[in-house]
């Protein structure tokens, strides 16, 4: 589509709305910048803005139907659910609807890694773009990540990488989209309160192979019935990887070894303990990150040297100190039940673990059965708070204390705990009810350990 002198319209003036908003007057487009949301301030917006701030025509509240009119794509930020009223009239007028990674797309050259998945996205992708910043010399990580696709994909050339960590939601508005190397980390459930069903979430995260062919490649899980299930009909060669099964082809975890199956060769890669990461869901990461840098070529020798080095990711089972004898550990990320699973899973020590948060319409069960003697008190905060406690209690686990603030949790603790202890904030569910963000939320959890 040639945007040259079209209205454009962006709705939501996060990061992915400005980086779209830079890249439109980029290309000559008129960007109209929407934010329904009437308390948001004008002059803020426009100071996010910079040096576009006087090309882009900000609204705030309701469109004016004048501007409607004259509206040739609409470009929603991830935020932005595809049935609201706004989006809706402009889909039953036949006006295409993009995410901003599809516009990106549309400007953007080189080559393109896509990486989603319910866990493990932003390890697996900050990993992935330190193995490719190792090996090539123009490389942009890129997405959900928090660095926006839009806002770098005028600068890449036809000898760029991409690595592009991708949310479900981000992937619900493609057209031609196109990685060369993709990756479905695993699919459990998430985000229902906006997908409403298991089967529309899996089909938003396929669609990072859209558009595919055998000429690409598209890391699987092997151990995740979705991902294992989506191989059959995947447009992509697929790559598996497990650390359950002995793969007869892909990566697998055997002992404390990673192997990699071919044909009638099974080639050990490395040992799980010549990395800094922990726990078996980043074991899986590494497998991942392995396959994919294969795909594009780079050495192994290459690929195990930056793997020895990599330190785990902020807010992802990150150790925050020892204090009073008492380990931290900030697992803000882990933003839903099968992310909170391995964050325990991680935990050697007793653990008080703090939980709780925004309800994304999530089940509790697996997450307390995975408890397995390790939670020796569960601290509860926000809006799941009762839901999550008669969970627990259904399950028999009734060592649980409530909290009104996440100040007064963290006091909890700090209090209860005694040497040989181990503190953990995975909360399993979404911030927005207390925080702006799991980062916030994290950086408050570290900020109070730090104090002590």
């Known amino acids: 589509m040639d945007l040259k002198d079209k209205k454009v319209l962006v709705i939501g003036t996060g990061l992915s709305g400005i980086g779209s908003a830079h890249l439109l007057c980029g290309a000559g487009a008129w ?60 889909k039953n007028k036949n006006i295409p609807v993009w995410s901003e990674i599809e516009l990106a797309y549309n400007f953007a050259k080189g080559k393109l890694i896509a990486i989603t998945g319910t866990n493990g996205k932003t390890t697996t992708t900050t990993l992935v773009g330190e193995i490719m910043k190792a090996h090539f010399n123009d490389v942009y990580v890129v997405g959900n990540i928090g660095h926006s696709y839009a806002l770098e994909a005028q600068k890449m050339t036809d000898e760029s990488v991409t690595v592009a960590e991708i949310s479900s939601f981000q992937l619900e508005a493609v057209e031609n989209f196109h990685a060369d190397v993709s990756a479905i980390l695993n699919i459990t459930p998430d985000h229902l309160n906006r997908h409403h069903t298991m089967d529309n979430y899996a089909k938003c995260k396929e669609n990072v192979t859209y558009n595919a062919t055998k000429a690409d490649t598209c890391v699987l899980n092997y151990d ?70 294969m795909a594009m070529d780079v050495p192994m020798a290459t690929i195990l040297r930056v793997i020895h080095d990599f330190k785990a990711v902020e807010h992802r089972i990150e150790f925050s100190g020892t204090k009073r ?26 653990t008080f673990l703090i939980g709780g948060g925004y309800d994304k319409g999530s089940e509790f069960d697996e997450w307390i059965e995975a408890f397995d003697g390790k939670v020796k008190e569960l601290v509860l905060i926000g809006a799941t708070a009762d839901k999550i406690d008669a969970c627990a209690r259904k399950h028999g686990f009734t060592a649980i204390h409530h909290e009104d603030s996440f100040d007064g949790a963290l006091k909890y603790c700090t209090e209860h705990a005694v040497p040989g202890d181990a503190v ?29």
């Open 325 to 350: 004898g008492v380990d931290y550990y900030n697992d803000s990320k882990g933003t839903n039940p099968d992310a909170a699973i391995q964050g325990i899973k991680a935990m050697s020590k007793p």
């Open 424 to 452: 953990l904030l995975s909360p399993a569910c979404a911030s927005w009810d207390m925080f702006p963000s799991y980062e916030v939320r994290g950086k408050m959890f570290k900020s109070y350990v730090n104090s002590l």
């Open 31 to 90: 960007p109209v910048l929407l934010d329904e949301n009437e308390k948001v301030n004008e002059a803020d917006v426009r100071a996010k803005l910079e040096q576009d701030a006087d090309n882009v025509k900000i609204v705030i509240g309701k469109l004016p139907q004048e501007l409607a009119d004259e509206i040739a794509l609409v470009v929603p930020s991830p935020a932005v659910p595809l049935d609201t009223d706004t989006i809706m009239y402009f």
């Open 224 to 293: 995740n019935e979705y991902t294992r299930e989506f191989a059959d009909r995947c447009p992509a060669k697929v790559v598996f990887f497990s650390s359950h099964e002995k793969l007869e082809k892909g990566f697998y975890l055997d002992g404390e070894e990673i192997y990699l199956a071919g044909e009638g060769d099974n080639v050990r890669i490395m040992n799980i303990h010549d990395m800094n990461l922990v726990g078996l869901c980043n074991v899986e990461n590494v497998m991942a990150a392995i396959a994919m840098a």
